[in-house]
């Protein structure tokens, strides 16, 4: 990552900032639920190549762009509402196919059947249901026929969990992490897909380990946890709040998950 361009919400207060902006400040680069690991999982299963022309969603400071220009796609379009986001993705590879716009993932402003792959990671988790409707549907729109559309998220676990424990861990996620979180079961993230005309055809799941030391090893390596537990020992409002996600996330670990969906536009709406 380019030190010289600012960390989104660098000018927040270390108590009030989002956490995953928290996370990155204190230099952790992985910010997935399920890893790196459901992320290559997911790019192997999206198979994109030098044909394909790539959306993603939210890129964030571009850990997942990095393994996508890797694969050397004819096109990729970064679509991220934070500038300063924006600006370290851009910083990552230049050419006339390469852009990262500043942009809201609901409306993309990208033409219909522009690409073959959208994806978005542990973005759709962080809106209200209404704008996880909207989100999916641009990304069924901006998709041609036989397009793929995958997704990166926090789940619920088990599948007929109550509603009462779901309210309760939405309510305690959004007060942790300073922004609103309201993760779905498998089967919702399933049906919300669907109810944009795709068609699921890639289904993984993992542990959701985020702040556990052997995912922490296993994501950032270690140089990269080395130099979260300097900063992490060095700031005690930083220290506190990582160790309440932690807290959190341990306290409802048997009913936290992470999972990867792929869908496909049907390619029977393809025009003759």
Known sequence: MPDSLPIPGADLDPARMPGHWLLARLGK??????????????LDALAIGPRDRVVELAPGLGTTTRLVLAR???AYTGVERDRAAADHVRRLSTGPDIDCRVGDAEDTGLDDDSATVVFGE????????????????EAARVLRPGGRYGIHELSLV????????VARIRTELSQTIRIGARPLTVPEWRALLESAGLT???EARAPMRLLEPSRL????????????????????VARRRVLEMRALFRRYRHHLGAISLIAEVPAEQATP
């Open 29 to 42: 680069r992985v910010l997935r639920p399920g890893g790196r690991e459901l992320t290559a999982q997911m």
């Open 72 to 74: 050397h796609p004819a």
């Open 122 to 137: 542990a973005m759709l988790t962080m809106q209200p249901d209404p704008a996880k409707t909207r989100i999916v549907q």
């Open 158 to 165: 088990p599948d007929d969990i109550d509603a009462d424990t």
């Open 200 to 202: 699921v055809v890639h």
């Open 217 to 236: 090893l296993r994501d950032e390596g270690v140089r990269g946890l080395a130099r979260i537990l300097i900063r992490v020992a060095s700031d005690s």
